[in-house]
């Protein structure tokens, strides 16, 4: 499994340094089993997953196999998703609740 940060979620990382440790935790649970530990969201996030840290605060993330599973990743905002393997995650955006859902 191939691990890819974005700016901005290495960004916001640095900003809530606090929970860096259960951050990556997560991080490294999700590579494990990225689609048990993930809600699939919808609208115009459809093809992300978002997993809680702790409460109210998500980590959201695409899984490029799920990007392709779905026949539509035109509609996933998975920028470079043709150039990528399978197993890729990209991690996208750290923050709480309301703030990652704006993105
Ligand atoms: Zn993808």
């Not at 890819?4 to 991080?27: D, P, T």
């Not at 980590?59 to 799920?66: E, T």
Request: aromatic share 8%; proline share 4%.
């Amino acid at each position: 499994m191939e691990a890819l940060f974005e700016k901005v979620f290495v960004k916001a990382l640095r900003k809530h340094s606090g929970i860096k440790k259960q951050v990556e935790n997560k991080v490294r649970m999700i590579m494990e089993q990225p689609l048990t530990l993930g809600e699939p969201l919808k609208g115009n996030l459809r093809g992300f997953y978002s997993c809680p840290v702790k409460k109210s605060f998500i980590i959201i993330y695409l899984y490029c196999r799920a990007c392709r599973k779905k026949g539509d990743d035109t509609v996933v905002a998975c920028s470079d998703c043709a150039e990528r393997d399978d197993e890729t995650i990209k991690f996208v955006l750290i923050g709480p609740h309301d703030e990652a859902y704006g993105i």
